[in-house]
């Protein structure tokens, strides 16, 4: 990765270190669990050279952010705010073009459905619609895929497990599911610097225990329908998530352009075939 800037962006009640690169219409990308913003180094590069100014954060309580004490620190509602608040003091008045993938596409579509005047084009990778992601939690099929979102949401045992042995539980899905090669040595290292930060594990579980907070008091707001024109990208060798939840509610997502399978990717879509999914986006973020 080449001419990357590092900067802070100074928001209301947080804090983010970000990436930038490249100049012109604005791109903001959006990592998941359990990643921070070297998740996107493929595409960041890719999209710079297209001519897209690119911001690359570490979510809130990821890496080098601001790390919240609380878990109401980390609800869905406040997340959304970041992305449209960071979209600002990047200097973009008139919307960004958003990704996201896994946590960051869960906040990604609920940055597209509150904020729809800052977002003008969206794409998601391997998260489905909130609303589809519900109904799949109602199936057994599912539940047994998706049984680590209860276990995270217990108080302190996940912190003291995952930390064992050099994080081995968060490094076994990137080293086991990926393609060989998609994360090489030198990769987990810097990820396993991340993890190591003070209180960003329980920052990162943070996102797990406020939504099922917010599920069980039924706090959840409907969502609005998304109304940006919207690409999904779905590796179909998720083992977390069914691939009958990619597809939205036309409803939902009344501005579907395309959802893009790729039966011989996983969940780290962006790292088994990052030169499609770079070239997707770049198509789709110049529509």
Do not use: C
């Amino acid at each position: 990765m080449s001419d990357l800037r590092h900067g802070y962006a100074e928001l209301d009640t947080v804090r983010l270190h970000y990436v930038e690169a490249g100049s012109g219409p604005l791109v903001v990308l959006l990592h998941g669990f359990p990643e921070f913003w070297f998740a996107w180094r493929d595409q960041i590069d890719a999209l710079a050279a297209a001519g897209f100014r690119v911001v690359a954060p570490d979510m809130r309580g990821y890496n080098l952010s601001s790390k919240p004490v609380g878990v109401a620190s980390y609800s869905l509602p406040l997340l959304a705010a970041d992305v449209r608040d960071l979209i600002v003091e990047r200097g973009s008045e008139d919307g960004a073009r958003l990704a996201g993938h896994d946590w960051g596409g869960l906040v990604a579509w609920a940055t597209a459905s509150y904020h729809p005047a800052s977002i003008r084009r969206l794409a998601i990778l391997n998260m489905p619609h909130p609303q589809r992601m519900l109904e799949g939690l109602r199936t057994a099929r599912q539940l047994r895929k998706s049984w680590y979102i209860l276990f995270f949401g217990l108080p302190w045992l996940p912190e003291r497990l995952l930390r064992l042995r050099r994080f081995e539980a968060l490094r076994a899905p990137l080293e086991r599911d990926a393609r060989a090669g998609a994360f090489t040595p030198a990769d987990i290292d810097r990820y396993v610097e991340a993890w190591s930060q003070p209180r960003a594990l329980t920052a990162m579980l943070g996102y797990y225990r406020a939504t099922l907070r917010a599920r069980l008091r039924r706090e959840s707001d409907e969502l609005a329908p998304v109304t940006a024109p919207t690409l999904i990208i779905w590796g179909e060798r998720d083992r977390h998530l069914g691939a009958e939840l990619a597809q939205p509610h036309p409803a939902d997502v009344p501005n579907l352009e395309r959802v893009v399978r790729r039966p011989g990717a996983s969940h780290w879509v962006a790292h088994d075939e990052p030169e499609l999914v770079s070239r997707l986006l770049i198509e789709f973020f110049r529509g």
